[in-house]
C-alpha cells in the first residue's frame, strides 16, 4: 500500500533528480584572458553523437566560465574570443584579411582551465585533464617557434618588410627553418607518445610531413586506445589510398609524350633512379619546390638520376592546358622530362592510377622500378636524404 508519506518521497526524488543528473553530465571551462575584458569566448565541438555544439559566454573583467557536456570520449574542440585579432593589409586597393588561428584543445570528462592573452589566445594554456594535458606539454615545446612564427607572417603580412627585400627573404628564411624544427619536435611527440588522444590528433594534421611509409608505420606504433575514435577515420581514409601504392610495389607503368611530343615510356628508365612529380603551374607550392628540384637534378643527374615532371592542368580545353604548362615551364626553366597528363587522359590518368590526392606529390623510384618512397609536400627533406643515401653524397 503506498502511504502518502511515500508518495511525497518519490515526488521530490523525481523533482532533484534531474536537476541532480544535469550537474554530473556537464563540466566547468573557465579562465582569465588577459585583454578580454568584458567580451565573449565560444568553443564549438562535435559530441559523442557526431553532433556540432556551440556555446558561448560573456566575460566579466577577463574572467569566463562556461558549462559544455561531459562526454565519454575526447572531442578535437575550437576556443576563440569576440575580439577581432586577424590581419588585414590593403593591396592594390584591395583589402585582403588573414583570419588569426584559434586555440586548439579537448573537451572531455573532466572540467579543464584556459589562461593567456586574449589576443594571442591560440598560445593560450589549458590544464585540467589527462588529456589536455599531455597536449599542452606538447605545446609548451613549440610555441617559441610557433610565436616567431607567427609574429614573422604578421610582419610580411602587414608589410613592415618592404623597405628591404633581403629582410624579406631572411625571414621566410628564418620561418622555413622553424619549421623544419618543429616538424621533428612534433614526430618526436607522437612517438614517445603513443597512448595519447594528441598523437591522434597531430597526426591528422601530419600527413604530408611524413614519407607515406613513415606515415603508416607511425600510425601502426600508436597504441589501440583511440584508433576507433572518430577523428582516427580520416587517417585510415589516408592510409587506404596511399596504400595504393606501398614501398617496395612495382612503380604503374605508362607512356606518354613530353612537350616536343617525344615518347615518355617509365620501363625506358630502369636501372636509374627516377621521381616522379606531380605538380601543376596553378600550383604555388609546387612552383615554389622547382628551384630545388633543379639543384637535385644538376647535382644527381650525371649520375642516373631523372625527374620526370607530370602536370595536371585545371583547364577544360588541352590546348589551353598545354599552353599553360609550357608556359610554367620555360618560366621555371625547367630542363628535365616533363609531360602533361592532360593530353592522352582517357587513355591513362596518371592522377588517377597513382591515387594522387594533393599537389605536390613525389614519388622515388629505385633503379629496378620499384616505389622507394611517396611524399605529399616539399617542405621535407626526405627525397634529399633519400638520394644521399643512394649516391653517398
Same mark, same amino acid.
Given at each position: 500500500?503506498?502511504?502518502?508519506?511515500?508518495?511525497?518521497?518519490?515526488?521530490?526524488?523525481?523533482?532533484?533528480?534531474?536537476?541532480?543528473?544535469?550537474?554530473?553530465?556537464?563540466?566547468?571551462?573557465?579562465?582569465?584572458?588577459?585583454?578580454?575584458?568584458?567580451?565573449?569566448?565560444?568553443?564549438?565541438?562535435?559530441?559523442?553523437?557526431?553532433?556540432?555544439?556551440?556555446?558561448?559566454?560573456?566575460?566579466?573583467?577577463?574572467?569566463?566560465?562556461?558549462?559544455?557536456?561531459?562526454?565519454?570520449?575526447?572531442?578535437?574542440?575550437?576556443?576563440?574570443?569576440?575580439?577581432?585579432?586577424?590581419?588585414?593589409?590593403?593591396?592594390?586597393?584591395?583589402?585582403?584579411?588573414?583570419?588569426?588561428?584559434?586555440?586548439?584543445?579537448?573537451?572531455?570528462?573532466?572540467?579543464?582551465?584556459?589562461?593567456?592573452?586574449?589576443?594571442?589566445?591560440?598560445?593560450?594554456?589549458?590544464?585540467?585533464?589527462?588529456?589536455?594535458?599531455?597536449?599542452?606539454?606538447?605545446?609548451?615545446?613549440?610555441?617559441?617557434?610557433?610565436?616567431?612564427?607567427?609574429?614573422?607572417?604578421?610582419?610580411?603580412?602587414?608589410?613592415?618588410?618592404?623597405?628591404?627585400?633581403?629582410?624579406?627573404?631572411?625571414?621566410?628564411?628564418?620561418?622555413?627553418?622553424?619549421?623544419?624544427?618543429?616538424?621533428?619536435?612534433?614526430?618526436?611527440?607522437?612517438?614517445?607518445?603513443?597512448?595519447?588522444?594528441?598523437?591522434?590528433?597531430?597526426?591528422?594534421?601530419?600527413?604530408?610531413?611524413?614519407?607515406?611509409?613513415?606515415?603508416?608505420?607511425?600510425?601502426?606504433?600508436?597504441?589501440?586506445?583511440?584508433?576507433?575514435?572518430?577523428?582516427?577515420?580520416?587517417?585510415?581514409?589516408?592510409?587506404?589510398?596511399?596504400?595504393?601504392?606501398?614501398?617496395?610495389?612495382?612503380?604503374?607503368?605508362?607512356?606518354?609524350?613530353?612537350?616536343?611530343?617525344?615518347?615518355?615510356?617509365?620501363?625506358?628508365?630502369?636501372?636509374?633512379?627516377?621521381?616522379?612529380?606531380?605538380?601543376?603551374?596553378?600550383?604555388?607550392?609546387?612552383?615554389?619546390?622547382?628551384?630545388?628540384?633543379?639543384?637535385?637534378?644538376?647535382?644527381?643527374?650525371?649520375?642516373?638520376?631523372?625527374?620526370?615532371?607530370?602536370?595536371?592542368?585545371?583547364?577544360?580545353?588541352?590546348?589551353?592546358?598545354? *599552353?599553360?604548362? =609550357?608556359?610554367?615551364? +620555360?618560366?621555371?626553366? $625547367?630542363?628535365? @622530362?616533363?609531360?602533361?597528363?592532360? !593530353?592522352? &587522359?582517357?587513355?591513362?590518368?596518371?592522377?588517377?592510377?597513382?591515387?594522387?590526392?594533393?599537389?605536390? *606529390?613525389?614519388? =622515388?623510384?629505385?633503379? +629496378?622500378?620499384?616505389? $622507394?618512397?611517396? @611524399?605529399?609536400?616539399?617542405?621535407? !627533406?626526405? &627525397?634529399?636524404?633519400?638520394?644521399?643515401?643512394?649516391?653517398?653524397?
Amino acid at each position: 500500500m503506498i502511504t502518502i508519506k511515500k508518495l511525497l518521497l518519490a515526488t521530490l526524488l523525481l523533482f532533484f533528480l534531474p536537476k541532480a543528473y544535469c550537474q554530473n553530465d556537464s563540466i566547468q571551462i573557465s579562465g582569465q584572458l588577459k585583454g578580454l575584458g568584458n567580451k565573449s569566448v565560444w568553443i564549438s565541438f562535435a559530441d559523442d553523437d557526431g553532433v556540432s555544439r556551440s556555446y558561448r559566454a560573456n566575460a566579466s573583467n577577463d574572467a569566463f566560465s562556461l558549462k559544455v557536456p561531459r562526454l565519454q570520449r575526447p572531442a578535437i574542440a575550437r576556443f576563440d574570443v569576440s575580439i577581432s585579432r586577424g590581419l588585414n593589409a590593403t593591396n592594390n586597393g584591395k583589402t585582403v584579411s588573414n583570419p588569426a588561428p584559434v586555440l586548439d584543445l579537448f573537451v572531455f570528462d573532466k572540467g579543464i582551465q584556459i589562461t593567456g592573452d586574449a589576443l594571442l589566445v591560440q598560445f593560450a594554456k589549458v590544464t585540467g585533464d589527462e588529456e589536455n594535458d599531455i597536449l599542452d606539454f606538447y605545446k609548451q615545446q613549440v610555441k617559441k617557434g610557433e610565436m616567431r612564427n607567427y609574429e614573422i607572417m604578421q610582419m610580411l603580412f602587414n608589410g613592415e618588410d618592404k623597405t628591404s627585400s633581403e629582410n624579406a627573404a631572411a625571414l621566410k628564411t628564418e620561418a622555413t627553418a622553424n619549421n623544419k624544427k618543429l616538424v621533428n619536435v612534433k614526430k618526436d611527440f607522437v612517438k614517445n607518445h603513443p597512448n595519447a588522444f594528441a598523437s591522434v590528433f597531430l597526426l591528422t594534421r601530419m600527413q604530408n610531413l611524413y614519407p607515406a611509409g613513415d606515415f603508416i608505420s607511425t600510425w601502426n606504433s600508436l597504441s589501440n586506445k583511440y584508433k576507433n575514435h572518430p577523428a582516427a577515420e580520416r587517417i585510415k581514409e589516408y592510409i587506404k589510398k596511399i596504400s595504393a601504392t606501398p614501398n617496395g610495389a612495382n612503380a604503374i607503368d605508362f607512356q606518354k609524350v613530353d612537350m616536343n611530343g617525344k615518347p615518355v615510356r617509365l620501363t625506358d628508365f630502369k636501372g636509374k633512379t627516377v621521381l616522379l612529380d606531380f605538380w601543376g603551374s596553378w600550383c604555388g607550392p609546387c612552383r615554389a619546390s622547382n628551384p630545388h628540384l633543379k639543384k637535385l637534378y644538376e647535382k644527381y643527374q650525371s649520375k642516373g638520376f631523372e625527374i620526370i615532371a607530370i602536370a595536371q592542368e585545371q583547364k577544360k580545353l588541352l590546348s589551353e592546358a598545354r *599552353t599553360a604548362w =609550357l608556359k610554367a615551364i +620555360e618560366e621555371d626553366g $625547367l630542363t628535365y @622530362i616533363n609531360v602533361l597528363n592532360n !593530353d592522352g &587522359i582517357e587513355k591513362q590518368n596518371l592522377v588517377r592510377d597513382y591515387n594522387i590526392m594533393a599537389f605536390p *606529390t613525389k614519388i =622515388l623510384i629505385s633503379a +629496378e622500378g620499384k616505389i $622507394l618512397m611517396r @611524399i605529399t609536400s616539399s617542405a621535407t !627533406d626526405d &627525397i634529399d636524404h633519400a638520394l644521399e643515401k643512394i649516391y653517398g653524397f
